[in-house]
């Protein structure tokens, strides 16, 4: 995996990181966790925001990822913010009584996006999933075909037991779906 150009794209999409957390009602306190973190850009944010007295779990399969992760903690201003290595897919998280969860241009990666889906579902109280549209030009992000529309997403959500809401037009091609 090219940690580098990963690290790049997350930054290139951090700029959406306070909408998502906007729309799941993200508060200082909470805890949440980014599943499918890679080098931790966002995790890292969302550990900021939810302060000392939340928990942010940045959450990967790949161990470089979390490394790069904690490569770039600060000890001050990421107190909250507790690194997991976890498949998803196969595993659930390790805390319960979440108030959020991230899943962020990730479920296209997975082989099996219902079974991580449903395993995510007693975890948290919320749950964002944000992924690129097939509609969109392909400039950014896996090609049209590769993509999971807004529609089949809301399907396998319903299916996993989540109730999710209209989806949301992010921008660079990206759409966001919050869910109970």
Not at 85 to 106: Q, S, W
Request: proline share 11%; charged share 25%; with cysteine.
């Amino acid at each position: 995996m090219d940690w580098d150009r990963t690290e790049r794209r997350q930054l290139a999409r951090l700029a959406m990181a306070p909408r998502w957390w906007a729309m799941l009602g993200g508060q200082p306190g909470w805890r949440v966790a980014d599943v499918g973190c890679g080098p931790g850009v966002f995790a890292l944010r969302y550990a900021e925001w939810v302060g000392p007295t939340g928990l942010a779990l940045g959450v990967d399969i790949a161990p470089e990822a979390l490394a790069r992760a904690e490569a770039k903690r600060d000890p001050a201003r990421h107190a909250a913010l507790r690194l997991v290595l976890l498949d998803a897919e196969r595993e659930p998280l390790p805390a319960r009584g979440l108030d959020a969860i991230l899943l962020t241009h990730v479920l296209h990666h997975a082989e099996e996006p219902r079974a991580m889906l449903r395993l995510l579902r007693p975890a948290g109280a919320r749950l964002l999933v944000a992924e690129f549209d097939p509609t969109g030009p392909g400039e950014v992000g896996p090609p049209p075909a590769a993509r999971l529309g807004p529609d089949a997403l809301a399907a396998m959500l319903r299916e996993a037991g989540w109730a999710p809401e209209p989806p949301v037009a992010m921008g660079d091609e990206t759409y966001a779906i919050s869910s109970r």
